[in-house]
Protein backbone atom coordinates (compact mmCIF):
# COMPACT_ATOMS: atom_id res chain seq x y z
CA UNK A 1 0.00 0.00 0.00
CA UNK A 2 1.26 3.14 -0.72
CA UNK A 3 2.78 5.93 2.10
CA UNK A 4 0.89 8.92 1.41
CA UNK A 5 2.35 10.48 3.72
CA UNK A 6 5.75 10.35 2.15
CA UNK A 7 3.80 11.17 -1.06
CA UNK A 8 2.37 14.08 0.14
CA UNK A 9 6.28 14.99 1.84
CA UNK A 10 7.44 14.08 -2.44
CA UNK A 11 4.77 16.44 -3.72
CA UNK A 12 5.63 18.98 -1.84
CA UNK A 13 9.87 18.72 -2.09
CA UNK A 14 9.81 17.83 -5.70
CA UNK A 15 6.92 19.81 -7.41
CA UNK A 16 6.03 22.81 -5.03
CA UNK A 17 8.70 23.80 -3.66
CA UNK A 18 11.05 24.08 -6.59
CA UNK A 19 8.33 25.66 -8.61
CA UNK A 20 8.65 28.77 -6.30
CA UNK A 21 6.52 28.53 -3.57
CA UNK A 22 8.01 29.11 -0.58
CA UNK A 23 5.25 30.39 2.01
CA UNK A 24 5.84 27.81 5.01
CA UNK A 25 2.11 27.98 5.37
CA UNK A 26 0.91 26.68 2.20
CA UNK A 27 3.87 24.48 2.17
CA UNK A 28 2.73 22.71 5.19
CA UNK A 29 -0.95 22.54 4.21
CA UNK A 30 -0.32 20.66 1.18
CA UNK A 31 1.94 17.98 3.31
CA UNK A 32 -0.15 17.53 6.02
CA UNK A 33 -4.07 17.57 4.27
CA UNK A 34 -4.55 13.81 2.78
CA UNK A 35 -5.11 14.50 -0.90
CA UNK A 36 -6.09 10.85 -1.38
CA UNK A 37 -9.16 11.64 0.75
CA UNK A 38 -10.46 13.78 -1.76
CA UNK A 39 -10.26 11.48 -5.02
CA UNK A 40 -12.35 8.24 -5.52
CA UNK A 41 -10.09 5.21 -4.10
CA UNK A 42 -9.18 4.30 -7.59
CA UNK A 43 -7.46 7.53 -8.14
CA UNK A 44 -6.01 7.50 -5.04
CA UNK A 45 -1.81 5.73 -6.27
CA UNK A 46 -2.14 8.67 -8.61
CA UNK A 47 -3.43 11.64 -6.40
CA UNK A 48 0.50 13.07 -5.87
CA UNK A 49 1.21 12.97 -9.66
CA UNK A 50 1.94 16.72 -11.08
CA UNK A 51 -1.36 16.93 -13.36
CA UNK A 52 -4.83 17.74 -13.04
CA UNK A 53 -6.85 14.85 -11.47
CA UNK A 54 -10.81 14.49 -12.96
CA UNK A 55 -12.86 13.44 -9.74
CA UNK A 56 -16.34 14.53 -11.26
CA UNK A 57 -17.83 16.06 -14.33
CA UNK A 58 -16.11 18.91 -15.22
CA UNK A 59 -14.29 18.60 -11.60
CA UNK A 60 -10.66 18.51 -11.37
CA UNK A 61 -8.03 18.89 -8.61
CA UNK A 62 -5.74 21.23 -9.94
CA UNK A 63 -2.27 20.23 -10.68
CA UNK A 64 -0.14 20.73 -7.27
CA UNK A 65 2.21 23.09 -8.58
CA UNK A 66 -0.31 25.04 -10.21
CA UNK A 67 -3.00 25.15 -7.32
CA UNK A 68 0.34 26.13 -4.95
CA UNK A 69 1.06 28.74 -6.95
CA UNK A 70 -2.30 30.23 -7.20
CA UNK A 71 -2.67 30.42 -3.66
CA UNK A 72 0.85 32.01 -2.90
CA UNK A 73 -0.34 35.07 -5.24
CA UNK A 74 -3.60 35.49 -2.97
CA UNK A 75 -1.39 36.71 -0.24
CA UNK A 76 -3.43 35.43 2.40
CA UNK A 77 -3.47 36.81 5.89
CA UNK A 78 -5.00 34.87 8.86
CA UNK A 79 -8.15 37.30 8.84
CA UNK A 80 -8.61 36.68 4.91
CA UNK A 81 -12.35 35.23 3.74
CA UNK A 82 -11.80 33.37 0.93
CA UNK A 83 -14.08 32.61 -1.76
CA UNK A 84 -13.73 28.75 -3.24
CA UNK A 85 -16.18 28.41 -6.47
CA UNK A 86 -16.30 24.88 -7.98
CA UNK A 87 -15.17 23.29 -4.95
CA UNK A 88 -15.82 19.94 -6.34
CA UNK A 89 -14.67 17.14 -3.44
CA UNK A 90 -13.36 20.41 -1.35
CA UNK A 91 -9.85 19.87 -1.46
CA UNK A 92 -8.65 23.02 -2.32
CA UNK A 93 -11.62 24.36 0.38
CA UNK A 94 -9.11 21.65 3.05
CA UNK A 95 -5.93 23.61 2.15
CA UNK A 96 -7.00 27.31 2.33
CA UNK A 97 -8.49 26.60 5.72
CA UNK A 98 -5.51 26.25 7.62
CA UNK A 99 -4.02 29.83 6.13
CA UNK A 100 -7.53 32.20 5.96
CA UNK A 101 -9.97 33.02 8.23
CA UNK A 102 -13.28 31.36 6.73
CA UNK A 103 -13.77 29.89 3.36
CA UNK A 104 -16.97 29.58 1.18
CA UNK A 105 -16.95 27.44 -1.40
CA UNK A 106 -19.68 27.51 -4.12
CA UNK A 107 -20.98 24.45 -6.18
CA UNK A 108 -23.50 23.80 -8.39
CA UNK A 109 -24.57 19.95 -7.44
CA UNK A 110 -25.57 19.61 -4.07
CA UNK A 111 -23.62 15.97 -4.51
CA UNK A 112 -20.54 17.82 -4.76
CA UNK A 113 -21.32 19.57 -1.11
CA UNK A 114 -22.41 16.46 0.30
CA UNK A 115 -19.36 14.71 0.12
CA UNK A 116 -17.50 17.36 0.91
CA UNK A 117 -18.80 18.11 4.01
CA UNK A 118 -18.39 14.43 4.99
CA UNK A 119 -14.85 14.62 4.05
CA UNK A 120 -14.61 17.81 5.73
CA UNK A 121 -16.31 16.69 9.11
CA UNK A 122 -13.84 13.79 9.02
CA UNK A 123 -11.33 15.91 8.65
CA UNK A 124 -12.33 18.07 12.18
CA UNK A 125 -11.97 21.37 9.51
CA UNK A 126 -15.07 24.23 10.90
CA UNK A 127 -14.27 26.96 9.15
CA UNK A 128 -15.69 26.16 5.82
CA UNK A 129 -19.19 26.67 4.58
CA UNK A 130 -20.69 25.89 1.30
CA UNK A 131 -23.58 26.77 -0.63
CA UNK A 132 -25.25 25.99 -4.12
CA UNK A 133 -25.51 28.17 -6.59
CA UNK A 134 -24.84 28.71 -10.18
CA UNK A 135 -20.83 29.05 -10.25
CA UNK A 136 -20.91 32.12 -12.69
CA UNK A 137 -22.96 34.10 -9.62
CA UNK A 138 -20.40 33.27 -7.02
CA UNK A 139 -22.03 34.18 -3.35
CA UNK A 140 -22.73 37.69 -3.68
CA UNK A 141 -24.83 37.40 -0.43
CA UNK A 142 -21.96 36.77 1.41
CA UNK A 143 -19.62 39.27 -0.27
CA UNK A 144 -17.42 41.11 -0.34
CA UNK A 145 -14.23 38.48 -0.28
CA UNK A 146 -10.61 39.27 0.48
CA UNK A 147 -9.51 36.62 -1.99
CA UNK A 148 -11.11 34.30 -4.85
CA UNK A 149 -10.10 30.89 -6.33
CA UNK A 150 -11.91 29.12 -9.10
CA UNK A 151 -10.81 25.40 -9.81
CA UNK A 152 -10.03 25.23 -13.34
CA UNK A 153 -9.58 27.26 -16.42
CA UNK A 154 -12.01 30.06 -17.70
CA UNK A 155 -11.98 31.77 -20.96
CA UNK A 156 -13.16 34.82 -18.99
CA UNK A 157 -13.50 35.50 -15.38
CA UNK A 158 -17.67 37.02 -15.06
CA UNK A 159 -17.78 40.78 -13.62
CA UNK A 160 -20.41 39.26 -11.15
CA UNK A 161 -17.89 37.53 -9.42
CA UNK A 162 -15.34 40.65 -9.80
CA UNK A 163 -17.61 42.44 -8.00
CA UNK A 164 -17.53 40.66 -4.92
CA UNK A 165 -14.06 41.29 -4.80
CA UNK A 166 -13.44 43.42 -1.46
CA UNK A 167 -11.38 46.67 -2.75
CA UNK A 168 -7.49 45.67 -2.41
CA UNK A 169 -8.64 41.87 -2.89
CA UNK A 170 -7.26 39.12 -5.26
CA UNK A 171 -8.82 36.48 -7.24
CA UNK A 172 -6.89 33.62 -9.09
CA UNK A 173 -7.34 31.74 -11.97
CA UNK A 174 -6.24 29.96 -15.10
CA UNK A 175 -7.32 32.00 -18.47
CA UNK A 176 -7.13 30.20 -21.47
CA UNK A 177 -8.24 31.35 -24.60
CA UNK A 178 -10.27 29.65 -27.24
CA UNK A 179 -8.23 26.89 -29.25
CA UNK A 180 -5.18 27.34 -27.09
CA UNK A 181 -3.64 24.40 -25.49
CA UNK A 182 -1.96 26.35 -22.58
CA UNK A 183 -3.13 28.77 -20.26
CA UNK A 184 -1.51 31.26 -18.11
CA UNK A 185 -2.61 31.35 -14.24
CA UNK A 186 -3.29 35.03 -13.55
CA UNK A 187 -3.71 37.21 -10.91
CA UNK A 188 -6.52 40.16 -10.42
CA UNK A 189 -6.42 43.22 -8.06
CA UNK A 190 -9.12 45.38 -6.94
CA UNK A 191 -8.12 48.68 -6.17
CA UNK A 192 -9.79 51.04 -3.81
CA UNK A 193 -11.53 53.12 -6.28
CA UNK A 194 -13.09 49.54 -7.69
CA UNK A 195 -11.01 49.39 -11.02
CA UNK A 196 -9.46 45.92 -11.46
CA UNK A 197 -6.03 44.56 -13.36
CA UNK A 198 -4.53 41.50 -14.14
CA UNK A 199 -1.41 39.97 -14.60
CA UNK A 200 -0.51 37.09 -15.90
CA UNK A 201 1.87 34.77 -13.63
CA UNK A 202 2.91 31.17 -15.38
CA UNK A 203 1.61 29.17 -17.84
CA UNK A 204 -0.60 26.10 -17.22
CA UNK A 205 -2.45 23.41 -19.11
CA UNK A 206 -5.45 23.47 -16.83
CA UNK A 207 -9.03 22.18 -18.25
CA UNK A 208 -11.82 24.49 -18.43
CA UNK A 209 -13.87 24.59 -14.99
CA UNK A 210 -17.31 23.33 -16.64
CA UNK A 211 -19.73 26.06 -17.71
CA UNK A 212 -16.75 28.75 -18.42
CA UNK A 213 -15.36 27.89 -21.86
CA UNK A 214 -15.23 29.49 -24.43
CA UNK A 215 -18.67 30.66 -25.76
CA UNK A 216 -19.68 29.06 -29.30
CA UNK A 217 -19.24 31.54 -32.05
CA UNK A 218 -21.03 31.61 -35.25
CA UNK A 219 -20.20 32.53 -38.77
CA UNK A 220 -22.79 33.74 -41.26
Do not use: W
Not at 77 to 84: A, H, T
Amino acid sequence: MMNFEQARKNMVDCQIHTNGVIDKRILNAFETVPREKFVPSRLQNTAFNDEDLRVAEGRYLLEPSVHARLIQALDLKPESVVLDIGGGTGYSAAILSSIASTVVVVESEQSYLDRLAETLDELDIRNVATFTADLHEGSPDHAPYDSIIINGAVAEVPQTILDQLAPEGRLVCVVKQAGKPIGAGTLYQKAENGSVSSYPLFDAATPYLEGFEPRATFNF
